[in-house]
């Protein structure tokens, strides 16, 4: 039995999808479908039902789809107890929102290639719900995002919150206390429409009865830390962050009265038979100092 017939119907399956599974092992849709319809020959029955455009797996899909997992889990066992696997380059899909790439996101990766040097890293920087669609397709591994992913094979659980500062320019903003009226009254800059941080802070003016002046939204943190160095307003930015760029920046926290809700992080990654991202995952949540024995996932 062609192993690699057995992996691409594996992720049709998972990805509900052929052209979603073509993209995942850069195939064309074409070689795709061959590769399910040389299985469906070998096995002499219907794995997929082709009848019009909804996806369907048959009674014998779904019976086969299990010793599928069976099939690719065992050689990936086989390949790992000859030491093929180690021996091979491990191509890690992340992707990350810009609060986690900012702060403790390549600390973590140089920990990791310290151990795994054959490891080659494919990061994608995006918004969370970009990134929580890019896992659902099947074009990322793991990814740490604002909201946590779901579906067939995803993994998901919340990580430590992200503490929220106002971040001032250590020279133009001297006050030593700030009220949300005075906050109000500068140029503030925050993440996207839509996003937590922006909806938190609007949502903060809204409870103390005030009016903020202007409100940008940003999705990159190195023009909102750029027009903060400039002079230009007060950004909302997560504590991490700016305790890195503070060193090389000229940075501040403001002292504010009334505190910005944290910014929600999670973990989502996909559980494969033939993936060592489970590992990866551990070590993740290793370096955050969170158990990975007592991961609560959904």
Same mark, same amino acid.
């Given at each position: ?107 973590? /990766? ?107 939204? /940003? ?47 999670h973990l989502s990654w996909r559980v494969e038979p033939t993936s060592t991202v489970q590992s990866l995952v551990d070590s993740l949540l290793t370096h955050l100092g969170v158990d990975p024995d007592h991961q609560k996932t959904r």
């Open positions: 039995m062609n192993l690699r017939a057995v992996e691409s119907f594996y992720w049709v399956v998972m990805l509900r999808s052929v052209t979603r599974a073509a993209e995942k092992l850069h195939l064309t849709q074409s070689a795709m479908s061959s590769r399910v319809a040389m299985l469906e020959q070998e096995l002499g029955m219907l794995l997929l039902d082709r009848r019009d455009k909804q996806f369907r797996i048959t009674p014998a899909g779904q019976r086969f789809f299990v010793h599928a997992e069976r099939l690719l889990a065992l050689q990936h066992e086989i390949l790992a107890e000859m030491g093929t696997v180690a021996s091979q380059p491990v191509l890690l899909k992340v992707g990350a929102f810009e609060s986690a790439s900012h702060s403790w996101l390549m600390d973590w /990766v140089r920990s990791v290639h310290k151990v795994q040097p054959m490891l080659a890293l494919e990061l994608t920087v995006e918004t969370s719900p970009v990134l929580v669609d890019l896992l659902s397709r099947g074009a990322l591994d793991i990814a740490i995002a604002a909201l946590p992913a779901a579906g067939a094979g995803v993994r998901s659980m919340a990580l430590p919150s992200m503490a929220m500062r106002f971040v001032g320019h250590v020279d133009h903003h001297t006050r030593r206390s700030w009220t949300p009226a005075d906050l109000a009254a500068l140029e503030l800059i925050t993440f996207q429409r839509g996003s937590q941080p922006h909806v938190a802070l609007l949502d903060l003016f809204h409870r103390a009865e005030v009016e903020p002046k202007r409100v940008h939204t /940003v999705s990159s943190i190195s023009a909102m830390t750029q027009l903060v160095e400039d002079g230009l307003g007060v950004a909302t930015l997560p504590e991490a962050v700016l305790q890195r760029l503070r060193r090389r920046m000229p940075l501040k926290a403001l002292n504010c009265r009334t505190r910005l809700p944290p910014l929600p992080t």
